[in-house]
């Protein structure tokens, strides 16, 4: 079982930047393929980014190509989702999620990220 804690979240103006990230603990955090998703009231969760393992292979949505990139440092069980040219549709709750057997099986509790305009 891994644990997840997103943290970073925050109030910002369009166009400025805000790094989220999503601490691991328990099993190691290493082997997974993690990934963060979001969601607004009333719509269903939506990727974001993935990364894979080793951190080589990464992906993003169309929405946020270009201004959001994710990373990781397996050493310190973490992942991040740097986030820039904020826009106002980038509010939402921001989730981080490991993917076990194929599937985003560990979720973690999600931080508030809201873009004024």
């Known amino acids: 079982q891994v644990q997840l804690v997103e943290s970073g979240g925050g109030l910002v103006q369009a166009g400025g930047s805000l790094r989220l990230s999503c601490a691991a603990s328990?099993?190691?955090?290493?082997?997974?393929?993690v990934g963060w998703f979001r969601q607004t009231p009333g719509k269903e969760r939506e990727f974001v980014a993935g990364?894979?393992?080793?951190?080589?292979?990464?992906y993003d949505a169309d929405s946020v190509k270009g201004r959001f990139t994710i990373s990781r440092d397996n050493a310190k069980n973490t992942v991040y989702l740097q986030m820039n040219s904020l826009k106002p549709e980038d509010t939402a709750v921001y989730y981080c999620?490991?993917?076990?057997?194929?599937?985003?099986?560990?979720w973690g509790q999600g931080t508030q990220v809201t873009v004024s305009s």
């Open positions: 990364i894979s393992w080793s951190g080589v292979s990464t």
């Open positions: 328990g099993r190691t955090f290493s082997s997974y393929t």
């Open positions: 999620a490991a993917k076990e057997s194929r599937v985003y099986a560990h």
